[in-house]
């Protein structure tokens, strides 16, 4: 079964538009992480944002924001007002517990978001 | 700061060829991890290491081996290259907190084409 799903493949939206990027995650652990990740179209993987399971609070930067609900095992990620520079693929990723000595970082396929000016 | 070092950026092979990709971290990171990109399939783990002498299976390791002697290096080799294995890849390092992997830094990715 697949850990983390990314269904949006691909979202165009018009600059200054706000956008969504949805992720769930299955788990069994009680204590994991959950990752957001950008991948610019240059190629680099950029690291986004870190969060633990125990931590529901929504974190904003900026114009980023993350939503994180254990009650719907989702951790989504909002970009207020998209800016041209946010054309990305954003990978959603899950970190288990590792006490079965098999610490895995999980990844979703990728949303690729393209944000026209 | 130089962070995840990653060569080579490209190379193409023939089938059969064997090769090294190599990765190099200066961050004193104790896990480091090897993934592959193909499109619609995300990062998939190929291998991992939780320091030097121990390595472990990720979700794709057939065809591909690899050491860790030191805390710095971590190569992935390809003994016997196959089309499948056309790619990117790359190379990942972290700290781990509790166990659990932290921030994952990348390499800029290896492009690799099997003929």
């Known amino acids: 079964a697949q850990k983390v799903t990314q269904a949006q493949t691909e979202i165009s939206v018009v600059e200054k538009e706000d956008v969504t990027l949805d992720c769930v995650y299955e788990?069994?652990?009680?204590?994991?992480?959950l990752f957001w990740y950008k991948q610019p179209p240059s190629g680099e993987l950029v690291f986004l944002i870190r969060r633990n399971s125990f931590d529901e609070q929504n974190e904003i930067s900026g114009r980023y924001s993350w939503n994180f609900q254990k009650s719907t095992s989702s951790f989504n990620f909002t970009i207020t007002a998209s800016q041209v520079v946010d054309s990305a693929v954003y990978f959603c990723?899950?970190?288990?517990?590792?006490?079965?000595?098999?610490?895995?970082?999980?990844f979703g396929t990728g949303t690729k978001l393209q944000v026209i000016p | 700061n130089a962070g995840v070092t990653q060569t080579p950026k490209f190379q193409v092979l023939k089938t059969g060829q064997s090769m090294t990709l190599q990765c190099a971290q200066d961050?004193?990171?104790?896990?480091m991890s090897w993934y592959r990109q193909d499109p619609g399939m995300g990062l998939r783990l190929i291998h991992y290491s939780v320091g030097a002498g121990i390595t472990d299976q990720g979700e794709v390791p057939n065809g591909y081996n690899v050491s860790r002697s030191t805390t710095e290096d971590f190569p992935l080799r390809l003994l016997s290259a196959a089309p499948s294995q056309t790619s990117v890849y790359f190379c990942a390092s972290s700290l781990t907190d509790g166990g659990y992997t932290g921030e994952l830094f990348f390499g800029e990715g290896s492009r690799l084409t099997v003929l």
């Open positions: 788990t069994r652990d009680t204590t994991y992480y």
């Open positions: 961050m004193n990171h104790e896990y």
């Open positions: 990723a899950l970190s288990e517990d590792p006490s079965g000595g098999y610490q895995k970082v999980t």
